[in-house]
């Protein structure tokens, strides 16, 4: 069963604008959602996370923005640039008392900026 | 770079081998958590050692095992490798199991014949 599902697989952008990737997820246990990027032959790197007690969260040119209700979270990649040609995974955890669960990935949208 | 180092980079097995993986957390870290990642597909969690115990484990059968040391280094064996085996195996450390502080290591490209 897939509890995190990413949309869309693969995305080609043109250099300055934006990119938008999407999730949703099943479980509503879930209330931690990072976003991982990851070059080819290197490990996911974390861009930016979002807990459910806030809508929209901006670091730099990456905004999460995020539905609750919808149980539905995005990223979107302002100013785009070739830099940021990478795969792209979006992920859900459970908090626990002390730490975090297991993370759940989605399947990646493979990120294309062209100029 | 993270601080968080696997060796060796790639392997070839055949089926039915047994391959051991190795991973070197970051300094301070004493979680390593390990995930399969499959050609084109997301990381999926194999299990995860806090302190020398396993804490929590994901969909793998019992073939897939792990052990992490006093020095917060862990191992994963597979046993009786199958071709489905075939994939790039992660490895994570973070500080007491909180996510903020989880750093990904390059992973280890097995390849099963």
């Known amino acids: 069963q897939q509890q995190v599902k990413q949309s869309p697989q693969s995305l080609i952008v043109q250099k300055g604008g934006i990119s938008i990737i999407n999730c949703a997820y099943e479980?509503?246990?879930?209330?931690?959602f990072p976003w991982y990027q990851q070059f080819p032959g290197k490990g996911p790197a974390l861009l930016i996370a979002?807990?459910?007690?806030?809508s929209e969260k901006k670091e730099g040119r990456f905004t999460i923005s995020f539905n609750k209700s919808a149980k539905q979270f995005s990223l979107h990649i302002m100013d785009s640039q070739p830099g940021d040609s990478a795969t792209y995974f979006c992920?859900?955890?459970?908090?626990?008392?002390?730490?975090?669960?297991?993370?759940?990935f989605g399947t990646g949208t493979r990120l294309t900026i062209i100029p | 770079e993270t601080g968080v180092t696997q060796s060796p980079t790639h392997l070839i097995k055949t089926r039915g081998q047994q391959v051991t993986l190795r991973c070197s957390s970051q300094?301070?870290?004493?979680?390593v958590s390990w995930y399969q990642q499959a050609l084109g597909q997301g990381p999926q969690f194999i299990f995860q050692y806090y302190r020398e115990e396993e804490n929590g484990r994901g969909n793998f059968p019992p073939r897939f095992s792990g052990l992490q040391f006093p020095n917060y280094s862990s191992e994963l064996n597979v046993n009786a490798l199958e071709l489905d085996d075939s994939a790039l195996y992660l490895c994570?450390?973070?500080?007491?199991?909180?996510?903020?502080?989880?750093?990904f290591g390059p992973g280890t490209r097995l390849l099963v014949l």
């Open positions: 992920a859900a955890s459970i908090s626990l008392n002390f730490g975090n669960e297991k993370l759940t």
């Open positions: 994570a450390s973070s500080l007491e199991r909180f996510l903020e502080t989880q750093y």
């Open positions: 979002i807990r459910p007690d806030v």
């Open positions: 479980n509503t246990a879930f209330d931690y």
């Open positions: 300094s301070g870290h004493n979680t």
